[in-house]
């Protein structure tokens, strides 16, 4: 049978590159969910997905109701489930103030982890019901929460502190709007956010890689400078940026290498290993990378799991 990947956000960038890959490999059907039907039907047409290897499924990540109900329709599908990609994401490098998700948490933690975190919660049983030998959750990661590297060293830094902002729910009134308590920074709550995708995954390694067989993965597949991710930056930056990674850091990658990338984690044979962050050298070969020490702090892993059990009304 054709297997089934259900990839969020597909409706740019990498998500969108990695959606036509699979598609084009003849041996997937991509579930894209996304909060813009018109918009992913468009994108999906525009980049020649075929119309029968594709379904776009309604799910706006940044209300906890609509991942629920997005679970709800992908059961009543009917389609097993054998790979989740956790890709969307929300970046707001200048916004002055914070913006909130439906249930009131700071919009960049609430979209990019917590919807992610419910998502992949609900979807874990479906699963393990899937009997195709190579089922995996991957999320997407990113350098830039990690800060034992170059680019994950430009300020500001992620640094979630001891999660005092999100055990207060990030709501700007009561708490701050940022995990570690502090003052609003964009910037800063999506690298936070993203070191929250990266300890999710490696917890859920501890938690079920054993007892489900399901492989968890996370990787960084390059700077890709051109997508939609930066359309909230200055203009002068939107256009420095991607020749600034071509040329200077050399750490460019094009929308369509990068979404061969994540098409690879989802479905190479050889990536099975569980708990593992995967980047790419300069030959396109891919590596186990080592995480920031935060990244990969143990204790703060199952902390961040706790509280967002109770974040997303879990526990
Ligand atoms: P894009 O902005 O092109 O894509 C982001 C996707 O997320 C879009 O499809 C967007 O939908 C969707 N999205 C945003 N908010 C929500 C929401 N509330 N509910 C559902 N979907 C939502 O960015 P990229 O392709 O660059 O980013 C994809 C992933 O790659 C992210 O996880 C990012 O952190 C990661 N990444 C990107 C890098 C880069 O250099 N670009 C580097 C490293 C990692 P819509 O189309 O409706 O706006």
């Known amino acids: 049978r054709q297997f089934n990947v259900v990839i969020t956000g597909a409706s740019s960038g990498l998500g969108l590159a990695t959606a036509k890959a699979l598609a084009e490999s003849g041996n ?22 075929p119309k029968e290897s594709y379904t776009v499924m309604h799910l706006d990540l940044a209300s906890l109701e609509s991942v629920r109900q997005f679970v709800d329709n992908f059961r009543r599908s009917g ?33 990019n982890h917590l919807g992610h975190f419910l998502l992949a919660r609900l979807l874990l049983d479906a699963l393990k019901q899937s009997d195709y030998p190579l089922k ?41 709007p940022m995990i570690d308590g502090g003052e609003f920074d964009g910037a800063k709550a999506y690298k936070d956010s993203k070191v929250c995708n990266m300890l999710t995954m490696q917890e859920f390694h501890r938690r079920y890689h054993e007892e489900t067989e ?11 400078a051109t997508t939609g991710l930066f359309r909230e930056h200055i203009p002068l930056f939107r256009l420095l940026f991607p020749p600034f990674q071509k040329y200077i850091t050399k750490g460019y990658v094009s929308e369509e290498e990068a979404g061969k990338r994540l098409a690879q984690v989802v479905s190479d044979p050889s990536l099975e290993k569980s708990g593992v962050y995967w980047s790419w050298n300069k030959n396109s070969s891919s590596f186990e990378n080592q995480l920031s020490k935060e990244a990969s702090d143990a204790e703060k892993a199952r902390k961040l799991w706790e509280i967002s059990e109770k974040l997303v009304g879990l526990a």
């Open 28 to 49: 997937w059907h991509v579930i894209m969910a996304c909060r813009n039907f018109l918009k992913a039907e468009k994108a999906a047409k525009s980049v020649g997905i």
């Open 79 to 111: 389609r097993p489930l054998d790979v989740l990609v956790c890709n969307a994401a929300v970046y707001q490098p200048t916004a002055k103030e914070p913006s909130f998700s439906a249930e009131g948490f700071e919009l960049s933690v609430g979209t």
């Open 136 to 176: 995996r959750l991957i999320i997407v990661g990113s350098i830039t929460g990690n800060t034992n590297t170059l680019a994950g060293n430009v300020p500001p830094k992620a640094n979630l502190g001891d999660l005092r902002g999100l055990a207060g729910g990030l709501n700007g009134v009561s708490s701050s």
């Open 214 to 224: 399901i492989t968890f993965a996370s990787l960084y597949p390059g700077c890709i």
